[in-house]
């Protein structure tokens, strides 16, 4: 849907329901519950050299081309940090706006890029390979207005504490920027990861 800011903006100004994000503002504007931690990965094609690395760090990928975010996302400022705090100068080859920009710059094989570990679910040329300068893993945040009267936005927001006590709740589903019931449920068995992939279209590319 858009960068870190893009979302923040777009569920302070009601045009979305609910969104998912790290470092969520502690400002009192939105309601927040965490619903996983992850951290950044690296993501290079699967032909890359490091593509059968389980992890890498900053100083060795200084010397491959990079794809970088604009500031405007949560994850390039994660990744900014990591290079400065190795000390690490790094001239990027590309500068793109969505995520899906830096999966593809990384699918025709123009760099390496950078990502929150289960921002996608593309697996056919992608390989996603730690870092060791950002293994810290970082909440992940559903959040929506503090003030909303939506029966259905609270029921939502509620479902991972719910599911947390064993119950059942619905899904729902974006339906034109609002929520509308789904058919699935979400039980005690469900990870993470499932409850991420219910939200996953509100995500947006951070």
Do not use: Y
């Amino acid at each position: 849907m858009g960068s870190w800011v893009q979302i923040v903006e777009a569920v302070a100004d009601d045009r979305v329901d609910l969104g998912v994000l790290p470092d969520v503002p502690k400002d009192g504007r939105f309601e927040r519950e965490v619903c996983l931690h992850q951290s950044v990965v690296a993501i290079v094609h699967r032909d890359d050299p490091l593509a059968e690395r389980a992890e890498v760090t900053c100083q060795e990928l200084g010397e491959f081309p990079l794809i970088h975010r604009t500031s405007r996302s949560s994850t390039q400022r994660v990744i900014d940090t990591a290079f400065r705090k190795s000390g690490i100068a790094v001239k990027p080859k590309a500068i793109v706006d969505t995520r899906d920009g830096v999966v593809e710059a990384v699918a025709n094989r123009i760099g390496i890029g950078f990502m929150w570990e289960h921002a996608c679910s593309r697996t056919d040329v992608i390989r996603r390979v730690r870092v060791k300068e950002l293994e810290q893993r970082v909440p992940e945040h559903v959040f929506c207005k503090a003030v909303n009267h939506d029966a259905l936005v609270k029921l939502f927001f509620k479902s991972r504490t719910l599911n947390d006590r064993g119950r059942r709740s619905p899904k729902v589903r974006r339906h034109e920027g609002r929520l509308e019931k789904g058919s699935d449920t979400l039980d005690s068995d469900d990870t993470d990861e499932r409850f991420i992939g219910a939200v996953r279209s509100m995500t947006g590319d951070r």
